[in-house]
């Protein structure tokens, strides 16, 4: 029997206030694992400013019997151009009883005094986290992040490995690098293996691990800080519930307009759990793939701040059906309006866009088409 998973976010706890920042939990006997990882990109320094000091606060509430956790951590970071599209982590352990619990984040930039705050409820639930994310941690400089693209690490590089926690019971762990491949027998609760070695020679191409547990293999990918994670850093829950609206059917959309807003986040996630095309898995691909299509689409069509690229018609169109497979512009037609018709000849569909108002805005001219 064999088991095919590539490990994505247990739990993205983030908002537009807080700039992108997340928090991933998973739960082993000994503790709950926490991992916030903080965008670079989301970092701000002095005009000049060569490093800046960031004050990381968490403080986590059990919501039942009011015990409060809290950690503090001050993380020093270098202005660096290979730190762009990275991911700051920083760890944290508590015993956290299964049921709700509230995390209340902080960053607070040392140097400016601004800082962005983050308060969400989250659940822990009874059974223990199976194989945990395959987190990659590079340090370079004495600063470590996680990447977004194996291909593109600054090298040479202090440290490059893998650090992994699982409970079930396994056998041997396989790591792939191109045409390398190392072995673990009999590992035990966590693995940490060096890369370093592979990365600087640069043959660290393909990274895959495999755990078997007796005639079960779990393939996975290593953990890569990704653009989707910042969705909920990106859109409201309002937001996103407007988003939803473009692929949710009659029926889904007439429960969910019905909602009041401090129940947003709990039927957005109820709509993703009924729409994951690999339910037990930890990822679900529909929502990564919809989420990417949301910030690819406000990325492409925002023409200004009122209208957002996902709520323009393009944007919408583009959420429903991702990349056209085929383009044909007309940008100065003879007595025409300037022009673009997308192509879906999988589907056999052809939507045209028009810009009568000659600013940029496309809108879609056969509607009917859409439905």
């Excluded at 800046?52 to 503090?72: C, D, G, H, P, S």
């Excluded at 600054?154 to 440290?159: F, G, R």
């Excluded at 990704?226 to 609206?245: D, G, H, M, P, V």
């Excluded at 209208?307 to 085929?326: F, V």
Aim: hydrophobic letters at 35%; a negative charge.
């Amino acid at each position: 029997m064999r088991r095919a998973i590539k490990l994505s976010l247990l739990l993205l706890l983030a908002c537009a206030a807080l700039g992108g920042q997340e928090l991933i939990y998973e739960k082993y006997p000994e503790g709950v694992d926490l991992w916030v990882l903080i965008p670079y990109n989301s970092l701000l320094f002095r005009q000049d400013a060569d490093a800046v000091e960031y004050q990381l606060t968490l403080e986590i509430k059990n919501q039942a019997t009011r015990q409060t956790w809290n950690f503090e951590q001050v993380i020093p970071v270098l202005k660096r151009d290979w730190l762009q599209n990275t991911a700051l982590p920083v760890y944290f352990q508590a015993e956290l009883d299964p049921g709700k619990h509230q995390a209340l984040l902080r960053l607070k930039n040392l140097a400016t005094g601004g800082k962005t705050d983050l308060k969400r409820t989250f659940s822990v639930g009874e059974a223990f986290t199976e194989i945990g994310q395959p987190y990659l941690l590079v340090l370079k400089e004495g600063i470590s992040f996680i990447p977004s693209d194996l291909g593109k690490l600054p090298v040479p590089v202090e440290n490059c490995g893998i650090r992994q926690k699982f409970s079930a019971a396994i056998d041997s762990v396989h790591i792939t690098l191109r045409d390398s491949l190392l072995y673990i027998l009999n590992p035990e609760r966590e693995i940490r293996s060096d890369l370093t070695r592979f990365v600087n020679n640069d043959s660290a191409g393909n990274l895959a691990i495999s755990f078997f547990e007796g005639n079960i293999r779990y393939n996975m990918a290593p953990f890569l800080f990704n653009q989707w994670f910042t969705y909920n850093a990106r859109y409201s829950y309002k937001e996103q519930i407007q988003q939803l609206r473009y692929i949710a059917n009659q029926n889904e959309w007439k429960s969910i307009r019905s909602v009041p807003e401090d129940m947003y986040q709990e039927v957005i996630d109820r709509f993703w759990q009924v729409h994951d095309p690999s339910p037990g898995t930890l990822r679900n691909e529909a929502r990564e793939s919809f989420y990417q299509r949301v910030i690819t689409a406000d990325e492409r069509f925002t023409v200004h701040k009122r209208l957002k690229g996902w709520s323009s018609d393009r944007g919408r169109i583009y959420i429903k059906y991702g990349e056209p497979d085929e383009i044909y512009s007309e940008v100065h037609p003879i007595d025409l309006y300037p022009f673009i018709i997308w192509y879906y000849y999988g589907q056999n569909l052809e939507f045209v866009f028009s810009d009568t108002g000659g600013f940029g805005q496309f809108r879609l001219r056969n509607k009917d088409e859409e439905y």
